[in-house]
């Protein structure tokens, strides 16, 4: 129900150049990106099914060794997507700070995987 854009253009523009901020659904964006990612940090619907679809969309994008980090890790349908999509054998280096988990992607699991555009 709040808007955290704003904060998170607060924070982070000492940055911008060398971000790129989008709001929509991860779907939307996703159809149309055509650069690989090096850090994708999803912050979008709650829901399981939400959440999986947000990771569905963008992974195929994050390169070899990319981050991906989630907000609100400790939300049940957002662990359990983690979990699941995004499992400890395709990730290393991972981070925790309050409710935000990040890891790297291991390998072009995602790809194997989850074809890109799905």
Known sequence: P???????????KMYRDRIDVCKGKSADVAAGWQRH????????????EGCKTDVISSFPMVRRGGWIAFHDSGVDA????I???F????????????SIFAARKRDS???AVI???R
């Open 2 to 12: 709040e808007d955290s854009l704003p904060q998170f253009l607060e924070n982070t």
């Open 37 to 48: 990612i090096d850090l994708l940090f999803i912050d979008g619907d709650h829901s399981y």
């Open 78 to 81: 957002v662990a359990r997507v």
């Open 83 to 85: 979990l699941e999509v």
């Open 87 to 98: 499992p400890a054998n395709v990730r290393y280096s991972e981070l925790r700070a309050w």
């Open 109 to 111: 699991y995602f790809e």
């Open 115 to 117: 074809p890109p555009g």
